[in-house]
Structures are given as C-alpha cells and as structure tokens.
C-alpha cells in the first residue's frame, strides 16, 4: 500500500473525466481544513495495512 496524506487549509478538485457510465455526473467540490490521502491498495495488502493507514490518517488529523 501506497498512501500520500497532506493537511490543506484549502482543497478543491473539478471532474475532468466520467470512467463509468452508469455514475451520475460529478460536481465539482471544495472543504476546508481536511485531511487528503491518496490511497494505492495493492492486491497483497492485508487488514494488518488498514489498521495501519487508520491510524496514521487519526494521528494527522490530530495534528490540527
């Protein structure tokens, strides 16, 4: 597993590209003063990583 985390006063996103037809269409979105991880699961990953990735993402969060 691959895990990027910031804490941004500020962050936005804007949909550029539709995958799934099915899914209704996405807005775009903005918060504050959030946590952001970029998660890369792996199939060999266990449940051991995701405790792991919980925890790590609780104690940022916990920074602020």
């Given at each position: 597993m691959r895990v990027l985390l910031w804490?941004?006063?500020r962050?936005?996103?804007r949909p550029a590209l539709r995958?799934?037809?099915t899914a209704?269409?996405?807005e775009p979105g903005e918060v504050r003063d959030?946590?952001?991880a970029f998660v890369h699961?792996?199939?060999g990953d266990g449940p051991d990583q995701e405790?792991?990735?919980v925890k790590n993402v609780k104690?940022?969060?916990r920074k602020w």
């Open positions: 804490y941004c006063d962050f936005a996103w995958t799934l037809e209704p269409p996405a959030a946590v952001v699961v792996e199939p405790t792991k990735l104690w940022l969060a």
